[in-house]
């Protein structure tokens, strides 16, 4: 059974920092890529970051450059999030994507609110 299930999410004030996690479980981690998106309320979903199998290959969207750093540790297949510097609208509820081909999965989300 596939699962990924994310955590860490949790309110914030602007400039704090939070760090999220995703566990997978059920496939070949190392095979897929893996990308955080997330949807704030009355929005698109959006790509905030996303990293290859050997975790040599990372992109980010311009909004959290410089902020954000995705990792991932295909021993203990897990992806992580680091959010610094976080802002009022990275609120959001943050979802682990895993992806090959034609084939991804998606976790349950997790939200991340930044409000002082």
């Known amino acids: 059974q596939v699962q990924l299930v994310e955590s860490g999410g949790g309110l914030v004030k602007p400039g704090g920092s939070l760090r999220l996690s995703c566990a997978a479980s059920?496939?070949?981690?190392?095979?897929?890529?893996m990308t955080w998106y997330r949807r704030a309320p009355g929005k698109e979903r959006e790509l905030v970051a996303s990293?290859?199998?050997?975790?040599?290959?990372?992109d980010y969207a311009d909004s959290v450059k410089g902020r954000f750093t995705i990792a991932r540790d295909n021993a203990k297949s897990t992806v992580s999030l680091q959010m610094n510097n976080l802002k009022p609208e990275d609120t959001a509820v943050y979802y682990c994507?895993?992806?090959?081909?034609?084939?991804?999965?998606w976790g349950q989300g997790t939200q991340v609110t930044v409000s002082s």
């Open positions: 994507n895993a992806w090959r081909a034609s084939t991804d999965y």
């Open positions: 059920g496939f070949i981690f190392g095979d897929y890529a």
């Open positions: 990293i290859g199998t050997t975790g040599d290959n990372t």
